[in-house]
């Protein structure tokens, strides 16, 4: 009984760490990418900041291409296929999920835009003022 017991948790443990290795997005910059760091064919996020005039769309499909850079002088191409976020534009911090190609341009599945950096929630913004009060008239 012990040992089917024991058999049952290793069985059970191990199904959870392949499953945990599968959904692991592991964070690369580009620096990291460009030196080869960042694994080929793997599903990776990458992220930084859109160069300014590489933005390249086609007109009769959703493809696009533009270059991700960190401003230190490492950069790489990334190819879309979908709609770009509304927060997406030339100059702005992303991040893109995907898989590095052999080619070194990133094919990506997804594209996040990030939000300014005073961008706060509507409930977190109430809950500051609130506190911000409280620290005023203590």
């Known amino acids: ?11 059970s443990i191990s199904v ?8 692991l997005n592991m964070f690369y910059p580009p620096s990291e990418v ?3 760091v960042a ?12 160069e300014e005039g590489s933005l390249r769309r ?8 533009f270059v991700l850079s960190d401003r230190a002088g490492s950069e790489f191409t990334v190819h879309y296929t979908g709609i ?8 702005q911090g992303i991040l893109v999920e995907g898989k590095l190609q ?7 599945t997804e594209v996040l835009a990030k939000h300014d950096e005073n961008y706060m929630p509507p ?12 620290i005023t008239e203590g």
């Open 1 to 11: 009984m012990a040992s089917f017991l024991l058999v049952g948790i290793a069985a």
């Open 123 to 134: 409930e977190l913004m109430s809950l500051a003022e609130d506190k911000q009060n409280n």
């Open 58 to 65: 086609t007109n009769e499909s959703l493809k696009v291409s």
């Open 16 to 23: 959870l760490f392949v499953a945990l290795e599968q959904n």
């Open 84 to 91: 770009l976020p509304d927060l997406f534009r030339e100059g």
């Open 34 to 36: 460009v030196s080869g």
């Open 102 to 108: 052999q080619d070194g341009s990133f094919e990506a």
């Open 39 to 50: 694994p080929l064919e793997t599903n990776i996020r990458a992220g930084g900041m859109v």
